[in-house]
């Protein structure tokens, strides 16, 4: 760091006091001691957020990638900037996470108490009783209160019924990725927001509402209110990774090769986290032509997994039931993964039974067998009884989480960038035919066996296992 004469400094402070982006910049530089990576992105969401300190704005959605430096902006610089000009301004910060938030107003609250922040703010200081990580304020009657989704506010609420700025409500990604396509969890959402979040104003229709957030489904919170949702007008910051120009946006960050490498491995997740344009998956989530087809496997070297997906019943004359898929994945020690072998099939609880054990037998007893379990007491007795079957085999179990694509959104990655080879085999052609509709087509169970023998090979915890002392319980 640059020594600054006195006259250099009192200037520097003077404008951080002045400006949120000179804020933001100059406390990085005193915390860290290095100056602040900085891109054209991050002084238009300033920019945003001091038009929503000055009045001029009081509804705003800022729509940005992850890891663009949204929350340091947007809700630890943001609050700690605005409190240090009006000291009782009363804050609710919400996430989809309740710890996420209380940690991101522990740090508001390390960064009002820094002497960094008091040289430039003197007057805003914390009550001495104010310990809490989730709620603390400041001596002149200013409050920080974060809670998750779903969370309680009661007693609590943002801004001042007055004039000019007094605090807001801000909410930083109110949805979890992984849960955001499930239609009961995403509503969910938008309900406690219209139910309990807006009812939290001082000043109604005057408190300022800041919604930051990367997309992730076209009925999220951002896309529900920008239709109309609650009958307000907002005002929308949209930054995509790609520029509409063509260019990366935080090219530092990501170079337009990398994000052009990003789009293709998974166009879906792209198309919303980082350009900020959700839509309807419409197939091509895997590109399977990008398949590599090879006449023989490796013959060592390489860890297997047999994942299976269970059909949910037996199949009836004239219906086009689901299957029961057991898909063979490896992945060697170079990070290279390999589809050896779709054993696919339709019949009775018995004929699937068999159809697991001779598997198993064919297999070998090197090769893992993973099984999913269905929630309830009927899926945990079934796993059980399958496991038995299955005595001297490596026997895994776990429910599945998250919704389809979300599932196969791993494996499609590593379909789409080229590393992944595919034994040359007779059930090549149906594979490779429903993964290409996936997941709109009329079956998807080889994908979905698929996911899961892949993320058993790539999870860094272990997968869950039906423990010895719950057979003999059984």
């Known amino acids: 760091m640059l020594a600054l004469t006195p006259k250099e400094r ?3 402070v003077y404008a951080a006091g002045a400006d949120l982006y000179t804020f933001a910049r100059w406390m990085f530089l005193q915390r860290k001691g290095f100056a602040w990576q900085r891109a054209r992105h991050h002084a238009i969401v300033c920019d945003a957020l001091m038009r929503v300190f000055s009045g001029e704005c009081t509804r705003l959605i800022i729509n940005i990638p992850p890891r663009y430096s949204k929350t340091e902006l947007a809700v630890v610089n943001f609050m700690a900037w605005a409190l240090g000009q009006v000291p009782d301004a009363e804050f609710i910060h919400t996430s989809y996470s309740g710890k996420l938030a209380t940690g991101n107003a522990w740090q508001t609250r390390e960064l009002v108490q820094s002497s960094a922040y008091r040289e430039i703010f003197p007057e805003t200081v914390l009550r001495q009783d104010s310990a809490a990580k989730d709620e603390w304020r400041t001596t002149a009657g200013g409050c920080v209160y974060a809670v998750g989704d779903g969370g309680t506010i009661t007693g609590y609420g943002a801004g001042k019924h007055r004039e000019g700025f007094g605090g807001a409500i801000i909410i930083d990604d109110p949805h979890k990725a992984d849960e955001a396509r ?5 509503n969910g959402v938008i309900e406690w927001f219209q139910n309990t979040l807006e009812s939290r104003q001082n000043y109604p229709g005057k408190t300022p ?3 930051i957030m990367q997309r992730l489904h076209e009925r999220d919170l951002a896309g529900w209110l920008l239709d ?5 007008t907002w005002e929308h910051v949209c930054l995509p990774a790609i520029t509409a120009e063509g260019n990366a946006l935080w090219p530092e960050k990501h170079d337009l090769a990398m994000l052009q490498r990003m789009q293709t491995a998974a166009p879906y997740t792209f198309a919303g986290q980082y350009q900020q344009a959700p839509s309807a998956p419409e197939g091509n989530i895997i590109k399977p032509d990008r398949l590599e087809v090879v006449d023989a496997l490796p013959a060592e070297g ?3 997994v047999r994942a299976w997906d269970l059909a949910s019943s037996a199949p009836k004359a004239g219906s086009d039931p689901d299957w029961t898929v057991g898909k063979k994945w490896g992945k060697d020690a170079a990070g290279r993964f390999y ?3 779709v054993v696919r099939m ?5 004929e699937v039974e068999a159809c697991i054990v001779n598997t198993a037998a064919r297999d070998g007893k090197a090769v893992r067998i993973s099984i999913p379990q269905d929630p309830g007491q009927a899926g945990k007795s079934q796993v059980l009884y399958l496991t038995k079957k299955l005595a001297g085999y490596r026997v895994t179990s776990s429910p599945e989480t998250g919704d389809k694509v979300t599932r196969a959104e791993p494996m499609a990655a590593q379909i789409n960038v080229g590393n992944v080879s595919m034994l040359k085999a007779p059930w090549n052609d149906a594979l490779v035919a429903e993964m290409r509709v996936f997941p709109n087509g009329a079956h998807d169970d080889q994908v979905d066996a698929g996911s899961r023998a892949f993320n058993q090979l790539t999870a860094k915890a272990g997968p869950l296992s039906i423990s010895d002392e719950l057979l003999r319980r059984a």
Do not use: Q
């Not at 499930?182 to 995403?186: G, H, Q």
């Open 302 to 304: 390489i860890r297997w």
């Open 209 to 211: 509402i800041i919604l």
């Open 182 to 186: 499930s239609d009961t969890v995403r």
């Open 339 to 341: 589809i050896a072998d």
């Open 10 to 12: 009192a200037a520097a």
């Open 228 to 232: 109309g949702g609650n009958g307000e």
């Open 346 to 350: 339709r019949g009775t609880p018995d």
